[in-house]
């Protein structure tokens, strides 16, 4: 299941490759333009910067206290389960360890980036059997280090994994599986097709969540904030949309499989 992901991210790749010439005459996408806070609000971006992280940091604070999954799952252990061996990683451990790789990559002038590394990744193999992406023409030191950090992800992945207990099959949601049935067949072309159109769309929109929310937030770049808030907006629609009319599955799913906030 997780290649068939994988192969829709690399399709996507060579999608966005055969239409990117095109897609400036189409009106698609026009040349990236910067435009940060600071000059906006007329405030020097050290003070400004360390003021909106602060308040980032607050109100992560306030939703993982807030969390219902991490009251009950304190009231049936009796106390909280801090090891990293035996439970995924909190956000403060992996915010920090996130918040070293942007710092790194900042450091070099370059934005960190999960589909671009795929993109960079992608124009090597094709290098090697001799076809150059059109979106992706140099292969230097920058789309190396690119194409590195999407190789990382798959060790790093399989190691979080081990490390936690969580390397194992994720069922479906009971509520999609409720509104949607289906067997691996409809799962595995959700999968292959939600790789594509974000590997496409990351493309056209010059970024994805990791490099829009993680490492273009703190640069404090008026297009992130505006990408960001569209993907949420798109997404709390997308969900309306897919449920519409199936509102009454709600209650009658959380009755039956006696599901809660932190466990729906």
Known sequence: MAGLGIAGLFLGVFAYDMVSPELASWGVRSFPQSMTLPPIVQIAYGPLAVTVGVAVLLMVMFADKIDPGKRIETADSGRQNFSLIRREWGWALTGFLA?????????????????????????????????????????????????????????????????SGSFKNVPVAALWDEA??????????????????????????????????MAGFP???????????TFFAVGMMTTFILYWGRWGLLEKVRTEKRLDLATD
């Open 99 to 163: 918040g070293l790789t942007i710092l790194a990559a900042t450091a070099q002038g370059q934005y960190l980036g999960i589909i671009g590394g795929f993109a960079a990744l992608t124009a090597h193999i094709s290098g090697v059997f001799g076809h150059t992406l059109q979106s992706v023409p140099m292969l230097d030191d920058n789309t190396a280090w690119r194409a590195a950090l999407a190789v990382g992800l798959f060790p790093g992945a399989l190691l979080s994994a081990a490390l």
């Open 180 to 213: 949607f049935p289906g067997g691996m067949a409809s799962r595995a072309l959700a999968v292959f097709t939600g790789g594509f159109l974000i590997s496409v769309g990351a493309l056209l929109g010059g970024g994805c969540t990791t490099g829009a929310f």
């Open 219 to 229: 640069t404090l770049s008026v297009g992130n904030f505006v990408m960001g808030m």
